[in-house]
Every structure is written in structure tokens, then in C-alpha cells.
T-cell receptor
Framework: DAGVIQSPRHEVTEMGQEVTLRCKLI?????LFWYRQTMMRGLELLIY????????DSGMPEDRFSAKMPNASFSTLKIQPSEPRDSAVYFC????????????FGSGTRLTVV | QQPVQSPQAVILREGEDAVINCSSS?????VHWYRQKHGEAPVFLMI?????EQKGHEKISASFNEKKQQSSLYLTASQLSYSGTYFC???????????FGTGTRLTVIP
């Protein structure tokens, strides 16, 4: 298995532009988590899905952020419009329903908004 | 909801031992431990479930005291490869999402 695959690895964009981050889950995993990592705030949970259904999006900072899971293996996180304070590393992670074997994280997307 | 880890950073010489603590204000069902090397993704080390069990993974082990809502990670006879930032992730009953601690940066020097 190739693991959790995120794209792009790096994204530099101008303030006000739309950004879309992508994540492909490990086959057989049915839970998907989006985290944001910064030096100041550490790893913050943004939103998570179980069986394609959003369970908790209380961590999504603003309406500018949205996430979708159109099928069992793929998810997107969109920021529109982007702002400099959105600069961070965004990780997605997947697990089985019980997370008994932990989360498997993707390599992350380093987003820089200038 | 974010658990608190201590210490924030520790420097060890090869062969020395370390303990990293994780404390939550919430009742916990599970505690996960992860290690993240610079520029990489966090990697799962182990999970502890409600019941106070202790687990081992080579020379790295952990305990979980659900009454005190605390977990500790024990690293013995540290190796250079142990360097990285260690995170605990806490889970509450009925949910499979995790809240991650602030991290402990561990540096092992020769």
C-alpha cells in the first residue's frame, strides 16, 4: 500500500486566491482527519469524517475553509479566499473506525500564502 | 481539550533514559503516541486503551492512568534515531478523533 497520499507537497499562493488540498486514504480505512500544524498552535484538528460523513467540523477556523469527501478514498480541503495567516503545514490522516492501529498521516502540504 | 505535555524539550546523551508526560483535563478512553522527525509526518508508535495497561515497543514503552487522565512515555537506553518531537494524542469515549499535545522535542547526542 502506498500510504496516505497528499498533494501538492508545497503550495505558494497569493492572498485572496483559492487553494485546494487533496488527500487519498489508505484502502480499507474509513476515517479521515484533516489537521493543521503551526509552531504556535501545534497540531489542530480541523475536521474529520467517518464513512464519508463529516462528524465534527468545529475546528474549521472560518467559513473560508471547507472540506469534502466525495467518495470513500478521497478528500479535499479548500480555502477560499486564502490569507497569510493560513500559512501552515496541512496533514490528512486516515485510520480504521476504531483507530486501534493508530493514524497514518500523509506527508503533508506546506502552504505559504503571501 | 488539547492535552499538556512535559517537558517541552529534553537533551539526552546516547544510552540515557527519558520520560515524557501527557496530561488531560478530560476523561480519556485512549492515548496514542507519535514521533515526528523534522520535515516529516508524525509516525504512530503505540496506543493505550482505558484499563491502565502498559505497552512496550522495543525500548520504548508507555503507561496510561485513566483515573488521573495521564499517560507517560518511557524511552530507555536512547539511541540517536530517537531524536524527534513526540506527541501524545488523546481520545474520548465514543469518538475516534484525537487531540494532540503540544509536543516534546527530544534530542539525542553522541
Amino acid at each position: 500500500d502506498a500510504g496516505v497520499i497528499q498533494s501538492p507537497r508545497h503550495e505558494v499562493t497569493e492572498m485572496g486566491q483559492e487553494v485546494t488540498l487533496r488527500c487519498k486514504l489508505i484502502s480499507g480505512h474509513n476515517s479521515l482527519f484533516w489537521y493543521r500544524q503551526t509552531m504556535m498552535r501545534g497540531l489542530e484538528l480541523l475536521i474529520y469524517f467517518n464513512n464519508n460523513v463529516p462528524i465534527d467540523d468545529s475546528g474549521m477556523p472560518e467559513d473560508r475553509f471547507s472540506a469534502k469527501m466525495p467518495n470513500a478514498s478521497f478528500s479535499t480541503l479548500k480555502i477560499q479566499p486564502s490569507e497569510p495567516r493560513d500559512s501552515a503545514v496541512y496533514f490528512c490522516a486516515s485510520s480504521s473506525w476504531t483507530a486501534a492501529y493508530g493514524y497514518t498521516f500523509g506527508s503533508g502540504t506546506r502552504l505559504t500564502v503571501v | 481539550q488539547q492535552p499538556v505535555q512535559s517537558p517541552q524539550a529534553v537533551i539526552l546523551r546516547e544510552g540515557e533514559d527519558a520520560v515524557i508526560n501527557c496530561s488531560s483535563s478530560k476523561a480519556l478512553y485512549s492515548v496514542h503516541w507519535y514521533r515526528q522527525k523534522h520535515g516529516e509526518a508524525p509516525v504512530f508508535l503505540m496506543i493505550l486503551l482505558k484499563g491502565g495497561e502498559q505497552k512496550g515497543h522495543e525500548k520504548i514503552s508507555a503507561s496510561f492512568n485513566e483515573k488521573k487522565q495521564q499517560s507517560s512515555l518511557y524511552l530507555t537506553a536512547s539511541q540517536l534515531s530517537y531524536s524527534g518531537t513526540y506527541f501524545c494524542g488523546t481520545g474520548e469515549t465514543g469518538a475516534n478523533n484525537l487531540f494532540f499535545g503540544t509536543g516534546t522535542r527530544l534530542t539525542v547526542i553522541p
